[in-house]
C-alpha cells in the first residue's frame, strides 16, 4: 500500500490513536509502541488485513521481535508529527 495511504488510516484509525496514547502516557515504554499486524499471515499489507496492536501482543504472535523498537519509535513519531 502507498506510504500516503497506509499514514492517513493511521492517524485517523481510533485503535492507533488509542494506543499511541497509551504509549506517550507510559514514558514511551517499548512494550506498548503501536505496530501493525497482518490478520492473515499469508496476506499482504492492505487496509483489510491490518490491525493495531502493542508490540508486545504482536511479539507474543509471532513468537519473536521481528522489528527494531527504534525504528518502530522514529516511523510512530514522523506519523503523529512528534519530534
Not at 64 to 80: M, T, Y
Amino acid at each position: 500500500m502507498p506510504r500516503e495511504v497506509f499514514y492517513e488510516w493511521a492517524k485517523n484509525h481510533p485503535d492507533f490513536l488509542k494506543l499511541f496514547k497509551r504509549w506517550v502516557s507510559s514514558g514511551n515504554d517499548r512494550k506498548l509502541v503501536p505496530t501493525v499486524n497482518r490478520i492473515n499471515s499469508s496476506g499482504g499489507y492492505s487496509l483489510d488485513n491490518v490491525e493495531w496492536l502493542t508490540n508486545s501482543a504482536n511479539c507474543s504472535l509471532a513468537g519473536s521481535v521481528r522489528h527494531d523498537n527504534r525504528a518502530q519509535i522514529k516511523a510512530i513519531r514522523e506519523l503523529v508529527g512528534v519530534k
